[in-house]
């Protein structure tokens, strides 16, 4: 490898190792000890994660999802902390297999999605993209 070539993946390593120690519940941040948990919930069998800057509309109530206790330490037995529950409710003009609103009301829920892998769904994509 050239000795440029070294040097270019050095940025992208260093960006990793601080996003790592970033998420620790030992960083420096002002809220010491927060959770570092992936906002999660689960809703007939599937398990969704938020998607930010999506523009959507919520609609009809679907039912109710679970979001799973915060295992942010490797240690912690789940029956611990009691799951909480939210109102899933349609996203107007994607199926509920692929993504859901979760919230009190259709006006202050989140959009959440089911992943493959890291990938979003195309129909999560093309409401990003304003497609």
């Known amino acids: 490898m050239s000795r440029a070539g070294r040097f270019v993946g050095l940025p992208l390593a ?3 190792v601080v996003s790592a120690a970033a998420c620790t519940e030992g960083s420096s941040s002002s809220d010491e000890g927060a959770a570092s948990c992936v906002y999660q919930v689960e809703y007939q069998g ?3 994660q ?3 800057n ?3 509309t919520a609609g009809a109530k679907l039912g109710t999802a679970t979001q799973p206790p915060c295992d942010d330490t490797g240690g912690q037995d789940e029956t611990e902390e009691s799951r909480t529950t939210e109102t899933a409710y349609e996203v107007d003009g994607i199926s509920p297999q692929v993504a859901i609103a979760v ?11 089911v992943y493959s892998g890291t990938e979003l769904p195309p129909e999560v994509k093309k409401l ?4």
């Open 14 to 16: 260093a960006a990793i």
């Open 103 to 113: 919230g009190d009301t259709p006006d202050d829920a989140k959009f959440v999605a």
């Open 46 to 48: 599937r398990t969704y």
């Open 54 to 56: 999506v523009e959507f």
């Open 50 to 52: 938020d998607v930010a």
């Open 128 to 131: 990003i993209d304003g497609s």
